[in-house]
């Protein structure tokens, strides 16, 4: 249950939100190796400083149970830092990535935890 979320200070429409979304979950499943339909991806506004810079900024948090190492990480935050680039025009030195091994027991989907 990959989870990509995206914090930005760039104002995103809701139909280049989604298409941002999809990009983001694609990028994940394909580089964990795990199916899409089990990737979630959120994108949110909100206000963020960088160096007490309000400027074009954003963060990144990866969330997986396995699958995360030192060479699928450095994958993704060169796609991902790519894809903000382009998309919304983010310096690659205004993200911030974080990437999360959750345990199972410490994951729940469908009302019960993945062990």
């Not at 990009?23 to 963020?48: D, Q, R, T």
């Not at 074009?56 to 060169?78: F, P, W």
């Not at 991902?80 to 310096?91: A, D, M, N």
Request: with cysteine; proline share 3%; glycine share 8%.
């Amino acid at each position: 249950m990959p989870l990509i979320r995206l914090e930005t200070n760039i104002i995103i429409n809701g139909e280049q939100e989604i298409d941002l979304a999809g990009k983001l979950s694609e990028i994940v499943a394909e580089e964990l190796g795990k199916p899409i339909e089990y990737v979630m991806a959120a994108v949110s506004n909100c206000c963020i400083l960088l160096s007490c810079d309000p400027g074009s900024a954003a963060l990144v948090q990866i969330m997986s149970i396995g699958g995360l190492n030192a060479a699928v990480n450095g994958s993704i935050a060169v796609a991902v830092s790519r894809v903000l680039e382009e998309t919304l025009g983010i310096s690659s030195d205004r993200i911030y990535i974080t990437f999360s091994d959750i345990s199972g027991e410490n994951w729940a989907w469908q009302g019960r935890t993945f062990r």
